[in-house]
C-alpha cells in the first residue's frame, strides 16, 4: 500500500513539473547561455511571447514613478526579451542560492560577442499578492539585485544595464493559482538598443 502511495505522489509531482516546463518554455523562459544570447539577439521576440498569452491581455503601465523618477514606457516597442527564473526569498530581495546557475549563464551571455555592444534592460515582476505600491517596489529592488549582481561578478558596466520594476502589472498568466503566479514571479531581461 505505502508503494502505492508513494508512485502516486511521484507521479502527481512529475506531472506538476512537466506542466509547469511545458508553461514556461511557452512563455519564453531560458536558463542557458545559448538560449538568453538566441531570445535576445532574435528579431521580434516581444512579439512572439504575446502571441502565446492565447488571448490573455495584461494591463499596461505607460507612466509610473519609481524612486521619484517617473518613468514612461510603450508596450508597442518591440525589444527582443527573454524571462528568467530567477528566485528571491519570500518578501525579499535576496537571490536564492539556486538561482546562481542562471545569473552565471546570463552574466557569460552579456558578455559574448553577440551582445557586449547592446544596451540591456533588467524588469522585475511580482506575482499579485501583496499590496501594489509593495510589489512595485520589489520588483524594482528585485531587478536592481541581480544587476549589481552581474556588475559585481561578470565585469559588465552599471551604464549598460537599465532597471525597471512592474510589480504586479503585467502578468504572463492570470494570478489564480500558484502555479501561475510562480510564473508570474520572474525577471525579464531586454536588449534596448546599441551603446
Same mark, same amino acid.
Given at each position: 500500500m505505502k508503494t502505492v502511495f508513494t508512485f502516486t505522489l511521484m507521479f502527481i509531482f512529475i506531472v506538476i513539473v512537466m506542466c509547469n516546463n511545458a508553461l514556461s518554455d511557452d512563455l519564453n523562459f531560458e536558463d542557458t547561455e545559448e538560449g538568453i544570447i538566441k531570445a535576445l539577439t532574435k528579431e521580434n521576440a516581444k512579439t512572439k511571447i504575446k502571441a502565446k498569452t492565447r488571448g490573455f491581455k495584461p494591463r499596461s503601465i505607460n507612466k509610473?514613478?519609481? !524612486?521619484?523618477v517617473t518613468v514612461v514606457s510603450d508596450d508597442d516597442i518591440?525589444?527582443? $526579451?527573454?524571462n528568467l527564473k530567477i528566485e528571491f526569498d519570500v518578501n525579499s530581495y535576496s537571490i !536564492? $542560492? #539556486? $538561482?546562481?546557475y542562471v545569473l552565471g549563464n546570463l552574466g !557569460?551571455?552579456?558578455?559574448?560577442e553577440e551582445l557586449k555592444g547592446k544596451k540591456i534592460i533588467?524588469?522585475?515582476?511580482? #506575482?499579485s499578492d501583496g499590496d501594489t505600491d509593495y510589489n512595485m517596489k520589489l520588483s524594482f529592488n528585485r531587478a536592481n539585485t541581480v544587476k549589481s549582481y552581474l556588475v559585481n561578478n561578470f565585469s559588465i558596466s552599471k551604464s549598460k544595464i537599465s532597471v525597471l520594476g512592474y510589480g504586479e502589472s503585467k502578468p504572463l498568466r492570470p494570478n489564480t493559482n500558484s502555479i501561475n503566479k510562480q510564473l508570474n514571479r520572474r525577471v525579464e531581461i531586454a536588449v534596448s538598443g546599441d551603446l
Open positions: 509610473k514613478e519609481v !524612486r521619484g518591440e525589444e527582443p $526579451s527573454v !536564492r $542560492s #539556486d $538561482s546562481f !557569460r551571455a552579456l558578455q559574448s533588467i524588469k522585475g515582476h511580482t #506575482d
